[in-house]
């Protein structure tokens, strides 16, 4: 999947789909698209890298509390009821 660096723009060939998944991770291995020849694969920041577009990642893919609320919500309800 490419993905674009917010600080240079340059977009990155993300190696590892399962890390840019997984909320736990906060870095993904990737190559950077820049030249003629490839890079070398290095380590981003995953807060750093958007679709595209411009868009953001979803919160599912780098916060792995985003349900927290949601949780605590759904069993303050069952206990209620």
Known sequence: MLL???DT???VEVLALR???SPTQATVIGR???GEE???PA???KAKLRFASG???????TD???RDAELRAARHHGKAA
């Open 32 to 34: 950077l698209h820049y």
């Open 38 to 40: 490839a890079q070398d």
């Open 64 to 66: 792995p509390h985003y």
């Open 9 to 11: 723009g340059k977009l």
């Open 43 to 45: 380590h981003y920041h």
């Open 19 to 21: 890390d840019l998944y």
């Open 4 to 6: 674009k660096d917010q």
């Open 55 to 61: 868009e953001s990642l979803p919160r599912c893919w």
